[in-house]
């Protein structure tokens, strides 16, 4: 059985366009494995109280303004950024975090059912005395004089990376009260 040189010429042609057609679908990601990413938490509070979104394919915030740095907000609200033994203070407060009690937030490269927490055990110092308190994200711990609060930590988990507690970044809100009677 001979083969045309037509009937070769019409093979080779579509072997070629096949071969093409498997490339061009490779490039495009259509055999990609990888699993799609789902972002946790889709906005996170700067230390100047406004807002950012996730943005890029890894699910990073957005910069907040001012590069993060923390700022007074107003003339009775203050955010101070401390770690693990180093205190801060703002408004005749020091915050010093003592022990990372907790976190099981859950990475932003991994889907999970609950966000996680962070726990961090903190002594308070005022005009009023000290204090030794527990701080999760968004609870407020109110004084006599004051309203203090854990608004951020960071760095937030990554699967795959283990974080020491030297690694940890908090950030607190602490605004006085107008309500008190002193």
């Known amino acids: 059985m001979q083969i045309s040189s037509h009937t070769l010429v019409g093979l080779l042609t579509v072997l070629l366009v096949f071969a093409s057609a498997v ?23 700067c230390p100047d109280g406004s807002y950012v979104g996730r943005t ?23 955010l101070i950024e401390t770690t693990i033994g180093e205190g801060a203070r703002g408004l005749d407060v020091y915050v010093t ?11 932003v490269d991994v889907t999970c059912i609950w966000a996680g927490r962070v ?6 110092e005022s005009g009023l005395g000290t204090a030794v308190e ?16 854990l608004v951020e ?18 950030i607190f809100r602490i605004t006085k009260r107008t309500d008190n009677v002193l």
């Open 134 to 149: 527990r701080f999760e994200v968004g609870t407020e711990i109110t004084t006599e004089a004051e309203i203090v609060e």
């Open 153 to 170: 930590v960071r760095p937030t988990p990554r699967s795959g990376t283990a974080l020491s507690p030297d690694d940890y970044t908090f």
């Open 97 to 107: 975090p003592i022990e990372l009690m907790e976190d099981s937030r859950c990475p």
């Open 119 to 124: 726990v961090v055990r903190v002594q308070l």
């Open 56 to 78: 890029g394919p890894n699910c990073e915030f957005a910069a907040c303004p001012d590069n993060g740095v923390p700022s007074q907000t107003d003339a009775r609200t203050v």
């Open 23 to 45: 490339y061009l679908l490779r490039d495009s990601r259509v055999f990609d494995d990888a699993e799609p990413l789902a972002c946790t938490e889709e906005a996170k509070l």
